[in-house]
């Protein structure tokens, strides 16, 4: 579970939510609305005030890399110099896990990349090196990943495929997933509830 209680940051006024533990909530808005800012926030990527909790645990103060929290967007930031399955060994030791082959091995097969393992991301398509982002994302176990607008680059096939993978990923090991998107039909393949994002103030979108 996300439990955010009173956080004020840039244009975001007084935010309270709550993304209930191993459910999608989406974040809706125009642009400039303050979405990206309030999922950096959570991230631990921009200072804030309020209050922030992750799976109960209260990150205030955390650092991005020891909060039990991913976050991914358009920007894959794949390190081009490691291969693939290295990139994923890489986000194990840097959350302070034993870097196994196994939980990689699964997550690059279930998102359909474990042919790609040894290869470097200057060698995969667009929609290749998001899969990649998503399984680095997600190798680490986290509590709570933080997606904004990570497939808006991605053509819909490709899009639609990932909803599905996504939805089975969360599902099997009881993801708390917060989502800001443009994209109603997003939204509605992988939401079960959210909230509107309007000048900085939140409030539930009925």
């Not at 999608?24 to 909790?53: D, E």
């Not at 399955?85 to 091995?105: D, M």
């Not at 042919?115 to 998503?134: I, K």
Request: glycine share 8%; with cysteine.
């Amino acid at each position: 579970m996300l439990h955010v209680e009173g956080l004020q940051c840039a244009i975001l006024r007084e935010i309270s939510l709550t993304a209930p533990a191993g459910r999608c909530t989406a974040i809706c808005g125009a642009s400039g609305s303050g979405k990206t800012t309030l999922l950096r926030a959570i991230a631990g990527h921009l200072p804030y005030r309020g209050r922030v909790q992750i799976a109960g645990q209260c990150v205030d103060g955390l650092p991005a890399w020891r909060r039990p929290c991913r976050h991914l967007n358009q920007r894959l930031y794949l390190f081009p110099f490691l291969t693939v399955e290295q990139n994923l060994a890489l986000a194990q030791f840097a959350a302070g896990q034993t870097r196994h082959a196994e939980p990689r091995r699964e997550l690059l097969q279930a998102l359909e990349v474990d042919h790609l393992a040894r290869r470097y991301p200057g060698q995969l398509s667009g929609g290749e090196q998001q899969r990649v982002a998503l399984a680095r994302a997600l190798v680490s176990a986290p509590a709570l990943l933080l997606l904004d607008e990570p497939f808006s680059s991605l053509d819909w096939p490709l899009r639609r495929r990932l909803w599905q993978v996504l939805r089975q990923l969360q599902s099997r090991r009881a993801l708390t997933l917060l989502l800001v998107s443009h994209e109603p039909r997003e939204v509605a393949a992988l939401a079960d509830g959210g909230y509107c994002l309007q000048q900085g103030c939140l409030t539930p979108d009925d």
